[in-house]
């Protein structure tokens, strides 16, 4: 009976307790507790009346009722039916000792006050008239050299350059990478091709330190002539050494862009009535010998005929040899603004024991190494005299890989302009409000 009693006690002090604490007790208003975040729903609201540009339009056109009253009742549909707002749109200008001016344009409001709690947050406008330039460092300016050389020869046939001419490759390179380099020169026939192996200029630009982009695929122009008759082994097999020592020579970069490298010699004109085994005529095949002598000359070896088959897929499945940039690649694509696809198939990439064979390094790997295996790589001979770009890619070409694995090796960098013309930008701001309720 005793312990029944004692417990009624407790519960009667416990429930007197609680009703004497929250009879004296102040309890938060629920702003306090849950406060909303006024800047940024300020943030997200400009965000969003600009997310088809119309706000920055509007900005620009402060005269044009029409538009403010649709921003205004856009504006009001996009707050919550409590919140108030003041949006003023400013000049942005310099003043002669270079300070900025703020000049208010327009002001809107829906109340003559911003309630007991208010936030802001600025947004700049730019004009649609606006353009941002990048100027690049031109390649060489303070180097020495910078020439580029797209082979673009009337005279040659190229091959494994599925879904594209030679010449609409060459065009697009040229697009693509001539704002970077010193002289970007266009070789039209074989003829010229041999006029820089002799070491004459084409356009008085400087021959050492270039890069020489073979836009044929497997297959590379040959000259008539002295190269040609070099070839008396009938794989033409010589003239790709004698390439490879031209490299060393003038500190070249020779680009090949897809599949094996050097695979071919092409020139409709020696050629003419002899093809590649795949009907394309003006071809004459040179086998695995090519690449294998072009690295002898790279080398200053003595020339000898090797047939070895060096290159090949980096999976066991040709279909699945995937490989995808690496994350050094992926960063210049978005510093140069040059965007190839992700991932490629390459069943024509080069083994790692190249390396210390022909005395080689890899300067620049834009596919992720795969065991022994580099897909597309920047190999450059270890006397710091001559260099090969070789991409297996299969079959089809992206010049997208060529421009960026080149800028990515040579790191030209970009100065980006500035823009502080007066009338080029605008601020927005917004600022909200609560009003009502608690």
Not at 54 to 60: E, G, I, R
Not at 176 to 200: C, F, H, K, R, W
């Amino acid at each position: 009976m005793m312990r029944t009693i004692e417990v009624l006690i407790v519960i009667i002090i416990i429930t007197g307790a609680f009703i004497s604490a929250s009879t004296f007790a102040v309890l938060p208003w629920p702003r306090q507790v849950s406060p909303m975040n006024l800047r940024r729903l300020s943030y997200t609201t400009l965000e969003l009346l600009d997310s088809d540009h119309d706000l920055s339009s509007a900005a620009f056109d402060t005269e044009n009722y029409s538009i403010w009253s649709g921003l205004q009742v856009a504006l009001s549909a996009s707050l919550p039916a409590n919140v108030v707002y003041n949006l003023t749109v400013f000049d942005v200008g310099i003043n002669d000792g270079g300070a900025e001016l703020y000049n208010q344009r327009i002001s809107i409001s829906n109340s003559e006050t911003m309630g007991a709690t208010s936030d802001a947050f600025s947004y700049l406008a730019s004009s649609s008239n606006v353009t941002f330039n990048a100027v690049p460092e031109k390649i060489g300016e303070l180097t020495g050299g910078g020439t580029l050389y797209i082979l673009n020869c009337s005279d040659a046939s190229g091959w494994w350059i599925t879904g594209y001419t030679d010449q609409s490759l060459a065009e697009d390179l040229y697009n693509l990478l001539s704002p970077y380099y010193v002289n970007t020169i266009m070789v039209q026939n074989t003829a010229e091709l041999g006029q820089i192996l002799d070491g004459s200029p084409l356009q008085n630009e400087i021959l050492e330190n270039a890069v020489i982009i073979n836009t044929l695929g497997e297959a590379i122009p040959i000259p008539s002539g002295t190269y040609a008759t070099e070839g008396s082994d009938n794989s033409y097999a010589k003239y790709c050494y004698l390439l490879g020592q031209k490299v060393s020579q003038y500190n070249w970069t020779w680009a090949s862009i897809v599949g094996y490298p050097l695979y071919y010699v092409s020139n409709t004109d020696l050629f003419s009535d002899q093809q590649n085994n795949w009907g394309i005529y003006g071809m004459q095949s040179v086998g695995a010998g090519g690449l294998n002598a072009f690295l002898e000359g790279l080398n200053n070896e003595e020339y000898s005929y090797d047939g070895t088959w060096i290159t090949g897929s980096p999976s066991s499945n040709p279909g699945l040899a995937t490989v995808q940039l690496t994350s050094e690649a992926v960063f210049y694509a978005n510093y140069y603004g040059i965007y190839p696809y992700y991932t490629q198939t390459a069943t024509r990439a080069l083994p790692t024991s190249i390396l210390s064979r022909y005395n080689l390094e890899v300067t620049t790997d834009i596919f992720e190494q795969v065991g022994s295996w580099h897909p597309g790589a920047v190999y450059r001979h270890q006397s710091g005299s001559g260099s090969l770009l070789a991409l297996g890619l299969t079959r089809t070409p992206d010049i997208r890989l060529t421009g960026l694995t080149l800028l990515s090796e040579s790191k030209p960098r970009l100065y980006r302009a500035d823009y502080s013309a007066y009338e080029t930008s605008r601020l927005v701001v917004l600022q909200i409000g609560l009003v009502g309720g608690v």
